[in-house]
């Protein structure tokens, strides 16, 4: 049946991804093949796909696709992230919306309404890989909450327990009061905000003074709020403004509370006063000093609750009008920050901030305006709380270690390279990583609480029991772990781990994972921790870190700012392959790729050429091969593709080995078009004989299966209308092994020719003459023998007249100088020399003023620096552009002589 006229995307890309699917072409059956393992980042089962999740998946399936084609035994493992506080939120939203709430059910009822929503809503995303051609497992899809990945998750939590490496202690979180829940280091976003900064005279107590006689030390703060929880007074042991009042006290305004003058580091004697207020339960680095002036977590002082609302603090000495406030002001309504300046300035102990105003008059403000960075939660959207909690901790200094061993000695190979240094940074500087959360949807901790006070670690209850006694009453831990937690041990877990299974003895470790460098120490970092610790080997050989999909300006994509691009609608507009040659051909290692519709524009034409050439190849008797070695060859310009041929595969596999997706998209989309279409098919057009019909047929299939790893929609439909083959389908065939070498004789023959005819054509254009045009070319003696041997393709495809041996006659001609040789083209009677002329000098002079005014605002370093970065870019490819034509109209004008 002859192929459709119109290459048509969306009319097989339906078609393909089910037939993969359905019969098993994704995983087959190879035993005794070598492996190769790849895991996905798991998504979330909230998610919908990204521009992110395009590239990423991308970058996975081009590898899966080449080393499947390469004959191994290729496991793309796919699955999806229980996502804990982003599921819980879903669903609480839902029920929001039907007036109804989490607090309304069981837990045990709520969570089966979780998983009614996973069943009805969740998921989408794996439809949307599929669409990007995706050849994942599908046939094993694992989720985080699977029955059998839970039971590792609960193993490797008892075990690290066990070890001590999981340990629970009083210590200061990130605590979220819109979720009520801690959250990571990692889940914190900072923000700017406009607030102020505060100073307060704190008195000393018992008469003391300072040196210079105060009765007071001057703290300033941008949360006035905690002075109701402070329990210290820091200096700097070397500030010699305060010697005489270490380990003396002050009297805290508002509470009462005696409080000590300690000693401390911490302070900067050049910052403000060089006295710091310390809050040891509401602020991270005076958790620190807290700990170094002798206060015990247990001991240090709390005054919020989980809402962030006020609390009475252990002492009891906050004034009753405090309880019940908000942190801050909320909605309209002031909170303990506001009340506590209030009182403050009333008290007389709140220094004005004074400022001179632009008439000269003195200005009184209760506080200075400042930019200040805060933490706000990525999912919560409020102001983290610093609070202190008891929570569970994973020793991760301990498991940090040998990964970092591993990427030292290259057990683990870290591409680029350059992310190394970041990675170890983060590694070597690791905090305890506090693993609890308070929500129901997600891994149950497996810790059981006695009545007085002892905890049992358990895999079950039984277990718990057992350990407790017959006679003890247990309650469970009502947290959840982290969800980062769980999906640690993705790359050995999803393949039945810790059950000794086949997979798990084959599959592990993986060969590559690819990843956003987003991820590296919420995901890849604590992969290769637990991947280490319980497996005694790294969790795979390589990790590549690619960079984020950026908007066309440069811009990082965001909702807020409206540049967000949706991959299914370009799939819908432009068609998977060619948004998956887009993300492949610009990922360049350590580089982000700007969106940029013309190149995908020019990706889809791509595959329309080739959809054509095929068609061409078809009417002309051109069918699939039957061999996987190179067919015999006579014919310079077949031995010249072949040899061709051969080094696009050599530079695909190098670009392969090195991770370089980018050359190797570019090596075969350059044959493709350039070799392939562009010349070999017009090299031949009129002489396909038998030899170049085998030849023809061959060098189609090996484009089609070098291809598939970036196209596998269009590349697996040429191969099945170009052949019947059912039987053997694209998706499973072999690389190409051209068993054949570049002819050293016949490309130099074939690659003089396109030279000169490149030449003959830019001189025709150059000069304002038809492309038809038949011209007289004089050539040197010692190109006869090789203008013999191409005489049929330089007749056709240089439109020489007379092909001429002679010395070229007087007058203006056409000077094309190729490989050191000059070809003379005389053009007296051809074209009205002197006009050309003047018309080549006119446009000359345009192009070299636009060039030369261009190039003034580039040199203009307020240019450069002032005007928005994408109007610097237009102004430089514009001057390239110009200096482009100014230099080819400088030629033209030397060819006339």
């Known amino acids: 049946m002859p192929m459709e006229k119109t290459f048509d995307p969306a009319a097989i890309e339906a078609k393909w991804a089910t037939e993969w699917e359905s019969r098993g072409l994704f995983r087959p059956h190879r035993p005794d093949a070598t492996p190769f393992t790849i895991v996905n980042p798991p998504p979330n089962v909230t998610g919908a796909l990204h521009i992110g999740h395009a590239l990423d998946n991308t970058l996975q399936d081009v590898l899966v696709r080449y080393e499947r084609l ?164 820091a200096v700097h042991p070397d500030d010699a403004r305060y010697q005489s009042v270490i380990g003396k006290f002050v009297t805290l305004p508002i509470t009462g509370r005696r409080v000590p003058i300690v000693a401390d580091e911490h302070a900067d004697p050049e910052l403000g006063s060089g006295a710091v207020k310390i809050t040891p339960g509401h602020d991270f680095n005076d958790f620190d000093v807290g700990k170094r002036a002798g206060f015990k977590p247990g001991e240090m002082l709390n005054m919020l609750d989980g809402d962030a609302n006020v609390i009475q603090t252990s002492d009891g000495l906050i004034p009753a009008e405090y309880l019940g406030l908000h942190r801050f002001k909320r909605d309209g309504i002031d909170g303990a920050r506001e009340l506590v300046v209030q009182r403050m300035k009333e008290a007389g102990f709140l220094i004005p901030h004074i400022v001179t105003s632009k008439e000269g008059d003195v200005v009184e403000h209760d506080a200075e305006p400042r930019t200040i960075q805060t933490p706000f939660g990525d999912r919560g959207g409020v102001v983290i709380e610093p609070w202190l909690t008891d929570q569970w901790y994973v020793d991760a200094e301990t498991l940090a270690q040998p990964p970092m061993a591993a990427v030292r000695d290259g057990r683990i190979n870290i591409v680029p390279k350059t992310w190394e240094k970041t990675f170890f940074n983060w590694m070597e500087n690791i905090q305890p990583w506090c693993v609890s959360r308070q929500l129901w949807w997600g891994h149950r901790i497996p810790a059981w609480y006695a009545d007085d006070g002892r905890i049992f670690v358990a895999e079950t209850e039984e277990e718990a029991q057992a350990e407790a006694g017959a006679g003890a009453a247990l309650t469970r831990d009502e947290d959840v772990l982290d969800t980062w937690f769980s999906s640690a041990l993705w790359p050995f877990a999803t393949l039945g781990w810790p059950e000794d299974t086949d997979l798990v003895k084959r599959h592990y470790p993986n060969d590559v994972l690819i990843s956003g460098f987003d991820i590296l120490f919420f995901w890849d970092a604590r992969m290769a921790m637990q991947g280490m610790e319980f497996m005694g080997d790294v969790p795979w050989k390589t990790l ?29 507009q432009y068609g998977a392959d060619a948004l998956r040659f887009f993300m492949a051909a610009m990922e360049s290692q350590g580089r982000d790729i700007k969106m940029d519709d013309a190149r995908l524009a020019g990706y889809r034409n791509f595959a329309t050429k080739l959809w054509n050439a095929a068609r061409f190849c078809e009417a002309n008797g051109i069918s699939a091969s039957t061999t996987l070695a190179a067919p015999a060859a006579t014919l310079p310009v077949n031995r010249w593709i072949i040899g061709e041929v051969a080094a696009t595969v050599t530079a695909m596999e190098t670009a392969f080995a090195a991770y370089r997706f980018d050359e190797a998209a570019n090596a075969i989309y350059s044959f493709a078009w350039d070799r392939f279409c562009d010349w070999y098919l017009e090299l031949i057009k009129g002489a396909i004989d038998d030899e170049t019909k085998a ?63 490149s030449e003959l054509r830019g001189a025709k254009a150059e000069l304002g003459l038809p492309p038809g045009a038949r011209l007289t070319a004089h050539f040197p003696a010692s190109l006869k023998g090789r203008t013999d041997k191409l005489a049929a393709q330089l007749d056709r495809l240089a439109r020489l007249e007379t092909v001429s041996f002679d010395r070229a006659p007087p007058g203006a001609s056409a000077q094309l100088v190729v490989e050191g040789e000059t070809i003379t083209v005389p053009l007296e009677g051809v074209i009205d020399i002197a006009a050309e002329r003047d018309r080549l000098t006119k446009a000359l002079a345009a192009a070299a003023k636009e060039r030369d005014g261009l190039a003034g605002r580039l040199n203009n370093p307020s240019f450069v620096e002032r005007a928005k970065p994408e109007a610097v870019e237009k102004a430089r490819a514009d001057h390239a552009a110009k200096a482009d034509e100014a230099d080819r109209l400088t030629a033209a004008l030397a060819r006339l002589g």
């Open 544 to 572: 590549y870190l690619h960079g984020l999909v950026r908007a066309p300006d440069g811009a990082k994509m965001s909702k807020s700012k409206g540049n967000v691009v949706d991959p299914l609608g370009l799939i819908d």
């Open 70 to 233: 390469r004959g191994k035994d290729a496991l793309w493992v796919v699955g999806m992230d229980h996502a804990g506080i982003a599921t819980q939120m879903v669903v609480e939203r839902q029920l929001e919306a039907q007036q109804d709430k989490r607090t309304n059910y069981s837990r045990e009822d709520f969570i089966d309404k979780v998983w009614q929503w996973k069943a009805e809503s969740g998921g989408q995303i794996t439809g949307q890989l599929r669409r990007l051609g995706c050849s994942m497992d599908w046939s094993r899809e694992q989720f985080t909450m699977d029955p059998h990945f839970t039971a590792a998750v609960v193993k490797v939590f008892v075990d690290l327990h066990k070890k001590g490496l999981i340990y629970r202690d009083k210590r200061l979180v990130n605590w979220d009061p819109k979720l009520k829940t801690a959250i990571s280091d990692l889940e914190v976003e900072t923000h700017e905000v406009q607030g102020g900064f505060w100073h307060f005279k704190y008195p000393l107590a018992d008469g003391v003074t300072l040196d210079d006689g105060r009765d007071y030390i001057e703290v300033a703060t941008t949360r006035p709020e905690t002075m109701l929880a402070d329990m210290a007074v």
């Open 695 to 757: 030849v023809a047929g061959w060098v189609l299939d090996q484009i089609l299966v070098m291809l598939h790893p970036f196209m596998p929609f269009i590349t697996e439909e040429l191969w099945t209308g170009l052949g019947d083959r059912a039987d053997y389908p694209l998706i499973t065939a072999k690389w190409p092994e051209p068993n054949a070498e570049r002819d050293a004789e016949a490309s130099a023959d074939i690659d003089w020719l396109i030279k000169l005819v």
